[in-house]
């Protein structure tokens, strides 16, 4: 498989190696400069993951969310502000909403199949899909997008 970035290899574990980690271009003196210029350094060598993101958060919020622990928003507020680009300011609130509307959507999906136990197919077909649209306008308008 052929790389599309132009970053240099990091050849002990085989992935783009990021300038100062790992490496002695910081001098150990930077921690005394205090604990701002310290995290401001960290945060500017961060590389966006975008799939953690958009996915990978939103799936931790629906989760943390039906279980009810909601201290742990927070952190996971914290982790999708890293993942996200600055490109877009709204990038991590548009995660957490994603993760909220997937726990309503979970929600009200084991409401109804609990409310109406005779109907449970055409619950269950309804409640798919109500999921399947959205992902079809979603498709669709990223796609007229592109011309």
Known sequence: MARTNNAPLNLAHNRPAIAGIGTRSHPPAA???????????????RQPLPWAGS?????????VTLTGTWWA???????VWLCTTASWAWSCLVAMETGLLGALWAALGTYALTAWP??????GA???????????IAFLRRRSNRS
């Open 118 to 123: 005779s109907h449970r197919p055409m619950v």
């Open 126 to 136: 309804i409640w798919a899909l109500s999921a399947a649209a959205i992902a079809a």
């Open 55 to 63: 996915v990978g958060v939103p799936l931790a919020v629906t989760a």
């Open 73 to 79: 928003l927070v952190p996971l507020m914290v982790c």
């Open 31 to 45: 921690a005394a400069n205090g604990p701002g210029r310290l995290v401001a350094s960290i945060l500017a060598l």
